[in-house]
């Protein structure tokens, strides 16, 4: 059974910085996984792509937050990241863990970010 275990989120003051994680059990290791994500939805929003990265390591990112956020991957423990840096208000969201294995679209529960002085 896949699992994805979001983790790291909270209250942090505008230009302060969080990391994400985001524990993936049961597909083996996450080089079998064919991409993973970050997406986040705020109230009253769609849920949108933050950040994702392929099999090969390939990363992209929204355009808010190029240059702020960064995706990441440790493959010995089967997890992925997601530092945020320069946080802004209209950060604030329910983050969530997004994995495609087989051909499956796998999602965590959320972690919510809030970004508030």
């Known amino acids: 059974q896949v699992q994805l275990v979001e983790s790291g989120g909270g209250l942090v003051q505008p230009g302060g910085s969080l990391r994400l994680s985001c524990v993936v059990s049961?597909?083996?290791?996450?080089?079998?996984?064919?991409?993973m994500g970050w997406y986040r939805q705020a109230p009253g929003k769609e849920r949108e792509l933050v950040a994702g990265?392929?099999?090969?390591?390939?990363?992209n990112y929204a355009d808010s937050v190029k240059g702020r956020f960064t995706i990441s991957r440790n493959i010995n423990k089967n997890t992925v990241y997601l530092q945020m840096n320069s946080l802004k208000p209209e950060d604030t969201a329910v983050y969530y863990c997004?994995?495609?294995?087989?051909?499956?679209?796998?999602w965590g529960r959320g972690t919510l970010v809030t970004v508030s002085s």
């Open positions: 997004n994995a495609n294995f087989n051909d499956m679209i796998y």
């Open positions: 049961g597909t083996g290791n996450i080089f079998s996984i064919n991409a």
């Open positions: 990265i392929t099999r090969g390591g390939i990363t």
